[in-house]
């Protein structure tokens, strides 16, 4: 495990990071404290924990993608809740089976 120096709002860190990883951990240190001075430089928010709290919410925000747009008119996994989701399949495998019996 390797450590690096990290400016994060004006402060100094010292954080360990993989061997190999400190590119990667450079560019994260960067992002947060990107994030971490525009909140901060928006003025209305001082105390440094709630920055923090704010700029890693805004981060994980950030990384979650949302679900695809359903142009098509299909029902995607995502917008079918999981009982019609089970339905449907027991409806296909059913129908898979024919006459030989029903699963359910």
Same mark, same amino acid.
């Given at each position: +495990?390797?450590? @690096? &120096? !990290?400016? @994060?709002? =004006?402060?100094?860190? /010292? %954080?360990?990071?993989?061997?190999?990883? &400190?590119?990667? +951990? %450079?560019?994260?240190?960067?992002?947060?404290?990107?994030? +971490?001075?525009? *909140?901060?430089? !928006?003025?209305? *928010?001082? #105390?440094?924990?709630? @920055?923090?709290?704010?700029?890693?919410?805004? /981060?994980?925000? $950030?990384?979650? &993608?949302?679900?695809?747009?359903?142009? #098509?008119?299909?029902?995607?996994?995502?917008?079918?809740? #999981?009982? #019609?989701? %089970?339905?449907? @399949?027991?409806?296909?495998?059913?129908?898979?089976?024919? $006459? $030989? =019996?029903?699963? /359910?």
């Amino acid at each position: +495990m390797k450590q @690096i &120096e !990290a400016k @994060i709002l =004006g402060q100094t860190y /010292l %954080l360990g990071c993989p061997d190999g990883g &400190e590119q990667r +951990m %450079l560019e994260a240190v960067h992002r947060v404290d990107s994030a +971490m001075c525009a *909140i901060r430089d !928006a003025g209305k *928010i001082r #105390a440094r924990d709630r @920055i923090a709290v704010l700029a890693a919410l805004n /981060l994980a925000f $950030d990384q979650t &993608e949302p679900p695809p747009a359903n142009t #098509a008119g299909v029902a995607t996994a995502a917008s079918v809740p #999981a009982d #019609a989701q %089970l339905a449907a @399949i027991l409806a296909q495998l059913d129908a898979a089976l024919g $006459d $030989d =019996g029903r699963l /359910l």
